[in-house]
Each structure stands twice: as C-alpha cells, then as structure tokens.
C-alpha cells in the first residue's frame, strides 16, 4: 500500500466518541500493569471484548496493511484505535448501513455476536437500564477493595460489559444480594501485576452463574462466553435478576412483621391475605397504605402509569422521610411533568434514595426501574406503624407465631431450585404457591417431557368450584409422583392443597431428587436409570484411583462434615482447583462451616450447581449430601462425555 493509499485509508477511519471510550476501557482493562501498550497477541481478545469478531488471518492481514507494527511487538493504544477502526470499515459494512436506521430513542441495537448471527439479527439494549445498573453497582460496590481496579463505571460506554466480563463484579454483586452465597477466597483476583488468564475467566464466570441460579435466576442460553463477550441483552437481564433478587429479599414477615399491618382489614386471615401476592403487589399496597395516611385521594395500581406524574412519589417520600431531612410537597406546585420528576428525585435524593430512575423514566412509566427505586425506599423507609399485639393474638397468640415464621434453609434451597428452573409464577412462598399444583405439574414436564396430559390440568380456576379444581389438580400431581416412583404413602391432594408443610416438603424433595437422577442418566447413557448407591460407589473409586484417602459410606456418613470428600472429589474433577492454603484445619463448628463454605463455592465453581448450605455438610443432612455429590458427579460425566 502506497503512503498515499495509506493517508486516504486513514481518512475514511472514523471512530466515533463511545466507541472511544469502549476501546480505551478495554484497552485498559487487558494494559493491566498500565504500561501504555499491549502485546500483540492479545488484539483478538480485545476487538472480541469490542464487538469485533473476525479471523485472525484478518488481523495479520490488516496488521500486513498499515505497516504500523511489526511481528512480536507491541502496540500503544493509538495503534490499536487505528487497527479498530479499519477493521471495522472493511468489515462492518452491513453495520454500517444498519445503523442508518433510526432507532427508538434510548434504544441501542447489538448485533448478534455469532458467527451466525451477525447477519439480521439484532437485540435491543435499554439505555436506562444500563446506566441505572452501572449506578448501582457504583454505588454499592464502591468500597470494595476487590472492585477498586473496576470502578466507577462509565454508565454511557459499554464500561458495564466490559468490567463484568471476567465475573468479579458478578460474584461480588451476588454476595450484596444473597449475603454469604459465594465465599470470596474462591474468586479469582487480579493483582496489579497481571490480569486473569481466560481459565481464571471462566472459573469465575461458572461460579457467578451457578450462583445465581443458586439464588433463584433463571438463566436461558447464557453461558461463561457470553459473559466474557459482553452481550449487552444477556448481561443486563441477568444483572437485572439478581439486583431484583437483593431487593425484594427483605420483603417478608420475618424482616418487616409490620407488614401485616398492611391487611388488617381485610376479611381473609391476613398472613394468607399476605402469602396470596407477590412481593411487588406488597410494595404497592405498602405504597397507597402511606398515601392513605398523608391524606390524598390518589393511589397506584402498577409501576408505570399510576407514577408517571411523580404525584405518588412526592407524597411518599414525605410521609416516609425523617422529619430532619426536610421533605415537603412543593413540587406538586410544578406544572411541567419533567421539571416535576426532577424536583421529586432530589427531595430523594435528600434521603439517600436516588436510585435506578431517571426524571426520563418516570415520565415514561418504566415499569422495571420504577419498581426498583420503590423496593429502594421500602427497604430504608418501610415506616409502617407498629403491629398493635391484641389486634393479632387471636387463636392463643397462633397468628403472631406464624407471622414471625423464617423461611428454613431447606424451603429456601427447594424454592431457588424451583425458580431457577423458569416455573411459572415465581414461588415466593413454598407452601402457598404450589396449593393449585400448576408449579409442580411444570418441573414434571422438565423431568419428564410429556409425562403430563395438560388436557387434564385446570389451570384456570372459576370462581364458585376453584377449591374443588385446585385439589383437583393435587390429585393428579399424586398420581403422577406415584407412577414417577415417589413414595408418598398418606399424601392425596387435599394435603398439597392445604399447604400441609411436611408433606409438601416430601413431595418437592423427590421432585428435586428426580430431576438430578434423570440429568445422571442421561449423561451416563445408561439404560438404566441413576440411584443413590451407583453415586457413593462413584465418589469412593474416584477418590480412590486418584489416589486420596477419603471415602464416604453414606451420605449420613459423620465424616462428610469435615468436607475433606468434598474438596478431595472437587480437586480429582479439576487439579489445581482447591486452594488448601486458605483452608482451615481446626476441629471446631466455625472451622467445619468455613471449610464447608470454600467446599460449596469451589464446587460450583468447577460447574457443580450446588444448592446446599454450608450447614447442612457439617450437620450431615443426607437430602443435600446426595444433591452435593450428585452434582459432582454430573461435572465427571460432562467431562468425559
């Protein structure tokens, strides 16, 4: 190419202010020693990490082109913007013509990241939802010691993808939501001195997501590459569901008993009044509970329209704020909707509650961001009166007693496992949201295509004969556990139907017990089918051949405590995986739990997902010693299938 051709290539290479910016994080991200420049080797990784797929004959051959660098060297920021830039001009052409098109406003259009599916195929990402999660993040993740490498984040670039493409962010943001899930010495860190190789990558983003399934998320056709590529569609629905998870955690009886204080009138018994919505028809109820009491007509059916005029908020946030902060309700006197919105965010902001929306946004009505700035103030300002004790003592104090109820970390584990699976409508409460069986007739079909004839199932309800049909529908969610092999001796429908806590809890074990045995069987392509015998003589003759001393006799074996099995069976899988530095020796409970801890984290971070607790491997609880083992050996059959 001729120093002419080269200067009017040169010309044509444009790269516009947030591509800059994009370029220069990533660029930045992989120059981690911060020496200004990267090697060579490494442009792949980063124009990938920039949505730019290509060969890398295609790198050599434009590297061949500018004759800007030579074989081995390596290249300073303004080299590789240049290098960019002229790969996206010779190949982006379809992109280019594509972006033409207008596109709705705050709407950003990605093309698909395959190599299929760059042609026609494009995700549309909300603006707002990703400079409202990056503030978040920002926000909550700010102190952290680990993520000071990582922020702040830039909420107008592709910052968010960028830093979250190597999972700590994940795995922190995680542990903000569910505290404890992820015990942190199983993350991989980067130092000052050097960044995470793409194994180190791909420990940490399996971790994050088995996480986040652990916690309730249901992940559809994600996986660690989409992550580590940055797919804006897939990270923002999955960053949405855990920031949800975290925020709608709190909004419970146990953490806020006053809650009930919210159906005292209603002529139903309030705790199944309660138990009967979801946490985000509680919150707005909670809502029009303090517009009620500040004296307004107005009130709220969702999270759109009914706040769009910000009327709500102003009224809400000075009902709820301390009397010291100052709140007023001036800004009902602004006429224009926008300025309106803007004033009601900073008598928020006066509380520390600015969060997640914009004035944009709650003009518009986002459903979503409007829902999260809500469950915010919920969660600093719940200011609900005090439950007064005689109004609930009835039945010898029974209705008190239930309202104080803690969700075991059984139901928990039962209830993620549920939702994680994608059933409809999301199981906030065990007990009461499988009373019509729709939920478990679902993870019968995931076990099981075809098991259940639909045709027999109501799935909606009349009003006069919905008790007859819900019950209905229990007997044949019997019937099918006993063609299934479960044993449910003295269980019929009325027992699910009635939310009989032991039973229900029989039943959902087997299902959760099913579901692992049937994923075995088919990984292992066996005729027939896994049991629980064939999984501890798999765990003793691996442990063995690999030449470790622990072996389990049962999953009630007393020795399960220490973890030793675990972590042993977990380093067989995958050499090199446990740390046994950080690992405690001791004997003791605290000793126990916190190698249990690392044991659990480390398995999922291996591909096992794990929905024991660290409590139930010290006190030996056999249901989740099976699951745990169960797991592992599901890890062993994918590898060597």
């Avoid at 916690?215 to 580590?228: K, M, Q, R, W």
């Avoid at 009635?498 to 017990?513: E, F, H, K, P, S």
Wanted: aromatic share 8%.
């Amino acid at each position: 190419m001729s120093q002419q051709q080269q200067q009017h290539q040169q010309q044509k290479v444009v790269v516009s202010k947030d591509q800059l910016d994009d370029i220069k994080s990533i660029f930045d991200a992989i120059d981690s020693d911060k020496k200004g420049h990267i090697n060579v080797s490494d442009i792949g990784e980063a124009l990938s990490k920039a949505g730019v797929r290509i060969a890398t004959y295609q790198i050599r051959d434009t590297i061949e082109k500018t004759r800007s660098i030579e074989s081995n060297d390596f290249v300073d920021f303004e080299t590789f913007k240049s290098l960019y830039a002229l790969i996206r001009t010779e190949n982006d052409i379809g992109s280019t013509f594509r972006s033409t098109i207008s596109a709705p406003k705050d709407l950003d259009n990605y093309g698909g990241m395959s190599p299929t599916s760059t042609e026609g195929t494009t995700h549309t990402v909300k603006k707002e939802e990703q400079v409202a999660f990056t503030n978040w993040i920002n926000r909550n993740l700010g102190s952290d010691p680990d993520c000071s490498t990582y922020l702040p984040l830039n909420p107008q670039t592709r910052d968010l993808y960028i830093k979250c493409s190597d999972g700590v962010i994940l795995c922190k943001l995680i542990n903000k939501s569910a505290p404890a899930t992820i015990d942190e010495r199983a993350i991989n860190i980067p130092n000052s001195t050097s960044k995470l190789n793409i194994y180190q990558v791909h420990e940490n983003l399996t971790l994050a997501l088995n996480s986040a399934r652990v916690i309730g998320c249901h992940l559809v056709n994600i996986g660690p590459e989409d992550i580590e590529t940055g797919k804006p569609h897939l990270v923002l629905g999955l960053l949405w569901q855990i920031i949800r998870i975290g925020l709608l955690s709190e909004i419970n009886l146990h953490d806020h008993p006053d809650l009930i204080t919210l159906y005292q009138s209603e002529d139903m018994d309030p705790l199944a009044g309660f138990q009967q919505q979801t946490p985000e028809q509680v919150l707005l109820k909670w809502v029009n509970y303090h517009l009620e009491r500040s004296g307004t007509d107005k009130r709220v059916a969702n999270f759109s329209s009914d706040v769009s005029d910000s009327v709500a908020y102003i009224y809400l946030l000075k009902r709820i704020a301390p009397e010291s902060a100052g709140l007023t309700l001036a800004p009902l006197k602004e006429e224009d909707v926008h300025k309106r919105a803007e004033l009601t965010l900073k008598q928020a902001d006066l509380i520390g509650c600015r969060s997640f929306v914009t004035a944009e946004d709650i003009v518009q009505g986002n459903q979503k961001l409007n829902m999260a700035f809500v469950a915010n103030l919920f969660n600093m300002y719940s200011a609900i009166e005090e439950i007064n004790g005689g109004e609930f003592a009835m039945n010898g104090g029974e209705v008190v007693e239930r309202i104080l109820y803690n969700e075991t970390r059984e139901e928990k584990s039962y209830r993620n496992w549920m939702n994680s699976l994608g059933v409809t409508p999301y199981v906030n409460y065990l007990y009461g949201d499988l009373t019509d069986g729709l939920v478990i007739f679902q993870i019968y079909d995931i076990i099981k295509p075809g098991c259940v004839q639909w045709f027999r199932v109501k799935k909606v309800f009349h009003p006069r004969r919905k008790v007859m049909e819900k019950i209905e529908n229990c007997n044949y969610v019997v019937k099918l556990g006993r063609t299934r092999g479960f044993s449910l001796v003295g269980i019929d429908g009325k027992d699910l139907y009635d939310g009989n806590q032991t039973l229900t809890l029989a039943v959902v074990w087997q299902l959760m017990r099913a579901y692992a045995l049937t994923i075995l069987t088919q990984l292992s392509s066996s005729d027939q089918p896994i049991r629980e015998q064939e999984i501890i003589a798999w765990v003793n003759d691996t442990l063995t051949k690999s030449g470790k001393t622990s072996q389990i006799h049962g999953f009630n074996d007393s020795n399960i405590s220490n973890s030793g099995a675990i972590l042993d069976l977990i380093e067989v899988l995958k050499p090199g995986s446990v740390n046994y530095d950080v690992i405690k020796k001791g004997s003791s409970e605290q000793d126990k739990l916190d190698r249990a801890s690392y044991a659990i984290t480390t398995a999922r971070k291996i591909g096992a997902c794990v929905y024991a607790l660290p409590e139930d491997v010290v006190e030996v609880k056999p249901k989740m010693l099976m699951m745990v083992f169960a797991c592992l050996m599901q890890v062993y059959l994918q590898q060597t299938k």
